[in-house]
């Protein structure tokens, strides 16, 4: 046998080891992310219950708070679609770490609003008169605040932004057809044999 090479027996063995070591850590994470998920949708609705009848008797505070769920909904959805956070893969694993801490972030920025604004309205399977399933007032008019913040402002942004990638295309296409003229564009060069 030559030297540096692994008999069948070993590499076979050690892949077994391999594969029952990953089943073990996937279901560790599987159990501990479950688990943890659990406990962060109970305590976000348990805080929320609790949080929210203070928060909405404020003058204006259903109205206020709606609108502003909305703008943090917002500013997630535009964190988790950036691109900007992108140009870290290169960069050291620290910040790749980092990235995937701020993708995170945004994205609980997203789903929070919408958890607290759910855990107002009545519970589906028990009874209404039971303390954690009754309708909190106020939060009617703070999810109709959200929707028309969220919606309205997200509508606007996107018909901006596909405007300005509609007038980006625009002027290149007026660009291409301008150096087709002179002879320089890309049909000419295509044509052209190697």
Known sequence: MAEGTVPAGEKAGEDVRLRKRDAVGLLVCFVVGGTG???AIGGTRWFSRHIAPVVYDVPGGSWAVGAMLGLLSLAGWAGVLS??????????????????VVRGV????????????????????????EPGCAYISGTGPALFAYVAVAGGLGWIYYRRRRAVVEERRARERARLRKLRKKGKGKSRRAGAGP
């Open 37 to 39: 998920l659990f406990f």
């Open 106 to 129: 945004c994205g609980l920025a997203v789903v929070a609003p919408v958890v607290f604004l759910g855990s107002g309205l009545r519970g589906k399977h028990c009874r209404s008169y």
């Open 83 to 100: 691109g900007r956070f992108d140009g870290w893969r290169d960069a050291a694993r620290a910040s790749g770490v980092a990235r995937v």
